[in-house]
């Protein structure tokens, strides 16, 4: 049969055929744009439609990027220059850097000591960011707020040392009454640092010499340090307090729950301005005639409330969000309530509330420009203040609210980044 | 025979009252109760020293007294020789005003962008997360004062206005939009008007009647009634019908140049605007990150059962999707609208009058009264 099937068929193919290759609309850049760009008349015409706007803005944007001078001294030179085309003063930036970045009034020489501190901000902050770095470095991060302190304010290096000595003892005595109580460690902790402090005030009064820095008042900082400051100290600060304030919250204690509850409605039912300006105006009324503390040591004070009562909010969340059962656990294991809140129900809860506190923080952050209402110079109170009112460049606006809206975007789209980032790293449960 | 005796009562101990669980609780709360007390005793003290010591007092008196400022854009009657308390009511006024425009652009823009970015043109997607990114981590007081430097800067000013060969000219001869705000006109009500409006309203509540109906006919009986033209016939006949039949009593009025300054129709100041829209498309991006949020929590499945029964991509998106997600977007929808009015109290930073800048601002200044 076969024979005569062999004659009967003129060919047979012995070789399997090689893979055709798909057709040009369904591989490659082309199938990708008919996907993504051409399906249908609806979505063409919004493609046209973006890539007309797309346009408008770059055509707009390119010759004033590109045209941009760079080297004058006031705007009526760079119109000069321009002659009427299109173009940039961005020499606005570069004349009015310095203020810009560190407000009009911290003495120019000193400039070193801010950008050492933001330096090393990032070297501190490192080890918390990244959970794979050494940790060692988590000591230079304990010390920071107080290198911080002196390189940012200046003065003797005994008042942060001091400051230093203070938590030291008290940590060391809370050590040593721990095993007694959490609570009477935590008392013996304030009394050995109030003591440790009322001593080293002694010592900063006698030597107010010692390895100092020119002391800089805090109404002199100003621009975008004046915001790095508020919002990495009220950040910093605010979270202990919002844990303090989400504990009180949650706890069975029926006074110390409505101090809690009141604080936190009436500050989130308050706009944080006018919070500021109750910082501004009516704080003074409060504290002993005479004393007088800086506005800018208020308004950290008023910030850092209007953060901690958001944070509290945030973290309650991730509290209510545990299951029972790893607080009954936890008390079955018998451990007290400070035991059982800093190793079993605080890490899992500060976890689930990572994306909620950088939210809080980055809005915080952003919050920061506020303060330019209450006539403190930062970014926006430069911008707004000294350098539009000048007479060499008043009429800039695009380049400086550019420059502005570049600063912010920067480091609040970072954050956010971060966030993401580091959500995915915490990631335990399988998906 | 034994006895049950009782367990011997244990004396009390003062090292029970931090040891013991019992009294713990008891002893903490009262410490922080005396600490709280002694703080309110400590400021109110500092108060009434610092006001005895400027020779104030606390009193509400103030609130009655003439306000001697103008404010310059009002909902109400308003001149300097109103109250204080007047002048605060306008500030109320004002803050609604721009909080209700405000929510309501900020959603129209947020649901739009929210949607477009999950359009399955790349381009599109692409180019409104920017606009999210963008707006969603630069503070909105720089958002407020680019917008408010933007129509000083690029609108025309009142007097471009003039002359034959106007550098700039009023749309349909009835909007102008100038540096200093946009000219609207204003209607005028003349008799008989209340009946037109009366209409109008009533063809409201018809419409939502009418989607109601069809609503339930749907979902009891599996009747699909058309909806979309009986709306918009319900919106628009019965009000113009009426219009027309009365003789037009409703008339507009115009804005008109009259020396440096337009005269006439609604002016919007444009603190007002830029205040507006600043807010507006602020919230707007994080509502359409809500609300794209929303619509991917409805997971794939509903979809694909929905297109599987055999329906359109229109109706799974009214009937089955967007209900689902209106649960998922409308809280964090309501606490973005309180930011936004919360946000408002911004205004003072472009001289708009809101609460804060009424009451806390000026009245503040003129009568030294920051406690009240």
Redesign the interface.
């Known amino acids: 049969m076969s024979d005569m099937h062999a004659h009967s068929v003129a060919f047979v193919r012995e070789t399997m055929l090689p893979e055709q290759e798909p057709p040009a609309s369904e591989v490659g850049v082309v199938h990708w744009m008919r996907?993504?760009?051409f399906?249908g008349w609806a979505?063409t015409l919004?493609?046209v439609i973006?890539?007309f706007?797309?346009y408008k803005i770059v055509a707009g944007a390119f010759p004033w990027f590109v045209n941009g001078i760079w080297s004058t001294n006031s705007l009526a030179e760079c119109r000069e220059i321009l002659q009427g085309t299109t173009g940039g003063c961005f020499s606005v930036l570069t004349e009015r850097w310095n203020q810009l970045l560190f407000g009009f009034k911290y003495p120019q020489d000193q400039y070193w000591r801010l950008i050492l501190a933001f330096v090393l901000l990032g070297l501190a902050a490192a080890p918390v960011l990244f959970n794979k770095l050494p940790k060692q470095m988590l000591f230079f991060t304990g010390l920071y707020p107080f290198i911080g302190f002196w390189l940012i304010w200046g003065g003797t290096l005994l008042a942060p040392l001091v400051a230093l000595a203070g938590f030291l003892v008290g940590f060391a005595a809370f050590k040593k009454v721990e095993h007694q109580?959490f609570?009477?460690g935590a008392l013996a902790f304030l009394v050995a640092a109030l003591v440790t402090w009322f001593l080293g005030g002694f010592a900063i009064r006698s030597a107010p010499g010692f390895l100092a820095l020119e002391a800089v008042p805090s109404r002199d900082m100003g621009g975008f340090m004046l915001n790095m400051i508020l919002g990495v100290v009220c950040v910093s600060l605010s979270l202990p307090f919002g844990i303090l304030l989400a504990l009180g919250r949650q706890s069975?204690?029926?006074?110390?729950k409505w101090?809690c509850v009141v604080f936190i409605e009436f500050i989130r039912g308050v706009?944080?301005?006018?919070l500021l300006?109750?910082a501004n105006?009516?704080l003074?009324?409060?504290?002993?005639?005479g004393t007088t503390f800086d506005l800018i040591i208020r308004v950290i004070i008023m910030i850092t409330a209007f953060a901690s009562a958001y944070i509290a909010e945030v973290i309650r969340g991730g509290l209510a969000a545990l299951p029972r059962g790893q607080y009954e656990a936890a008390d079955s294991l018998g451990l007290d309530y400070a035991q059982a809140t800093r190793l079993i129900i605080m890490p899992q809860a500060l976890k689930i509330s990572i994306p909620g506190i950088v939210n809080v923080a980055?809005g915080l952050f952003?919050?920061t420009?506020?303060v330019?209402?209450i006539s403190m110079f930062d970014l926006?109170g430069m911008i707004?203040g000294p350098i539009l009112a000048s007479t060499e460049w008043n009429?800039v606006?695009w380049e400086l609210?550019g420059f502005?809206?570049f600063l912010?975007?920067i480091v609040?789209?970072s954050i956010?980044q971060y966030s993401q980032w580091l959500e995915r790293q915490l990631q335990t449960d399988h998906r | 025979m034994s006895t049950v005796t009782d367990p011997p009562v244990e004396s009390f101990r003062l090292s029970q009252l931090i040891n013991d669980t019992r009294y713990r609780s008891i002893t903490f709360q009262f410490i922080a109760l005396i600490l709280l007390i002694f703080a309110m005793a400590y400021l109110g003290w500092n108060l009434v020293q610092n006001l005895a010591a400027a020779g104030l007092n606390i009193s509400y008196d103030f609130l009655g007294e003439p306000a001697g400022y103008d404010i310059n854009q009002t909902l109400i009657d308003y001149n300097s020789q109103s109250t204080h308390w007047r002048a605060s009511m306008v500030g109320v006024l004002n803050t609604l005003l721009v909080a209700v425009m405000g929510c309501i652009m900020a959603t129209i823009v947020g649901v739009f962008v929210g949607v477009l970015r999950l359009s399955p043109n790349w381009l599109i997607r692409k180019l409104m997360s920017v606009y999210v990114e963008i707006f969603r981590n630069v503070p909105v007081l720089i958002w407020i004062l680019i917008i408010m430097a933007v129509f000083v800067a690029v609108l025309p000013q009142p007097r471009d206005f003039r002359g034959d060969d106007a550098e700039a000219s009023m749309l349909w001869e009835a909007f102008a939009f100038t540096g200093r705000g946009f000219y609207l006109p204003a209607p005028i009500y003349e008799p008989g008007s209340w009946l037109v409006v009366t209409t109008f309203i009533a063809s409201l509540v018809a419409i939502v009647v009418y989607r109601r109906y069809t609503t339930r006919k749907l979902y009891n009986e599996g009747v699909l009634l058309p909806r979309a033209w009986p709306t918009a016939a319900l919106f628009f006949v019965p009000t113009l019908l009426m219009f027309f039949v009365l003789g037009m009593p409703i008339s507009l009025e115009y804005p008109e140049l009259a020396g440096f300054n337009f005269q006439g129709g609604i002016y919007m100041r444009n603190s007002l605007l830029s205040l507006w829209f600043a807010l507006s498309i602020y919230t707007a991006a994080f509502i359409a990150e809500n609300v794209r949020a929303g619509i991917l929590a409805v997971s794939k499945g509903q979809t694909e059962a929905a297109a599987s029964l055999g329906m359109r991509p229109n109706r799974i998106m009214n009937l089955v999707v967007l209900p689902q997600a209106l649960r998922v977007i409308i809280p964090p929808l309501i606490s973005q609208y309180l930011n936004l009015t919360k946000n408002s109290s911004l205004a003072i930073a472009v001289g708009y009058m809101d609460l804060t800048g009424t009451l806390g601002g000026i009245t503040l200044n003129q009568t030294g009264r920051a406690i009240e």
Not at chain 1, 252 to 256: A, C, G, R
Not at chain 1, 284 to 289: D, E
């Open positions: 996907e993504n760009l399906r979505n919004m493609t973006a890539i706007v797309i109580s609570a009477m069975d204690m029926p006074i110390i101090i706009p944080l301005i006018t300006f109750v105006v009516v003074a009324y409060f504290l002993p005639p980055v952003k919050d420009t506020l330019s209402v926006v707004r009429g606006y609210w502005a809206v912010f975007f609040c789209y956010s």
